[in-house]
């Protein structure tokens, strides 16, 4: 089974309204974190927002909030306000505690903002 | 410095030929990690290191891809008797400290060696 599942290819969010980015994962572990990266076109990975299995807050750091839901082990990221920078390959991912510190990635979700 | 810096960053060779990949990490880092990104995927996991000893390679595909960090900083990733299948994005990520929890932090990425075999 898929550790990490993004179902949305592509999106597509016209500048200024919000954007949901969908990522589910599969883990049996009790402790585990859930991140999100942008890859813009010119190829860096960039973080942007970490989400602990113990948090009892859903994450935000500026524009971006994660919807960080447990039972149906859901980590969408949410991006409020779009700007034409926003688009990018987003990139869901999660590191288990009993599996060493790699991250485990999905398969991506190409956002394009328009005008 | 102030980034992962990786080099080269783009890599032509010849089938059959070795390959070193480098990796300088964020300074400070405890931990340093190994993916490789093929078109249009996301990165999978290769290997990684705390200081200098390798806490896990179970994701080298297979015995000709090694890497070593000898003095818990830089590290060089080398594939020997290269293939096209070899052919890929290869990045190194470092972190503060291994471990999961609050003092693990996240893994910031370097831009990555665009390696081409021919």
């Known amino acids: 089974a898929q550790k990490i599942t993004q179902t949305q290819p592509g999106m597509f969010v016209q500048e200024k309204e919000a954007v949901t980015l969908d990522c589910t994962y599969d883990t049996s572990d009790q402790s ?6 942008k890859q813009p076109s010119s190829g860096e990975m960039i973080f942007l927002i970490y989400q602990g299995s113990y ?14 839901q447990k039972a149906r082990k859901s ?21 288990e505690a009993d599996n060493t510190d790699k991250l485990i990635f999905g398969t991506g979700t190409r956002l394009q903002v328009f005008p | ?42 990165p999978e996991f290769l290997t990684y290191f705390n ?20 003095e818990g900083s830089i590290s060089t990733l080398t594939i020997q008797r290269t ?19 609050a003092g693990g932090g996240p893994q910031h990425f370097g831009d990555g060696t665009r390696l081409s075999i021919l």
Request: charged letters at 20%; proline letters at 3%.
């Open chain 1, 55 to 68: 948090d009892e807050q859903n994450a935000t750091e500026g524009r971006y909030s994660l919807n960080f």
């Open chain 1, 32 to 37: 585990y974190g859930l991140f999100w990266y």
């Open chain 2, 51 to 70: 200081y200098e000893a390798q806490q896990d390679k179970s994701g080298l595909p297979n015995d000709r891809f090694s890497a070593e960090r000898p």
């Open chain 1, 75 to 95: 980590a969408n990221l949410v991006i409020s306000a779009s700007q034409l920078g926003d688009s990018a390959m987003y990139f869901c991912a999660m590191r």
């Open chain 2, 1 to 42: 410095g102030a980034g992962v810096s990786q080099s080269p960053r783009y890599k032509v060779t010849k089938r059959g030929q070795d390959v070193a990949l480098r990796c300088d990490p964020i300074s400070g880092h405890v931990s340093l990690y190994w993916y490789r990104q093929a078109l249009g995927q996301g």
């Open chain 2, 83 to 101: 293939e096209q299948r070899d052919s890929a994005m290869y990045r190194c990520a470092s972190s503060l400290a291994g471990g999961f929890g």
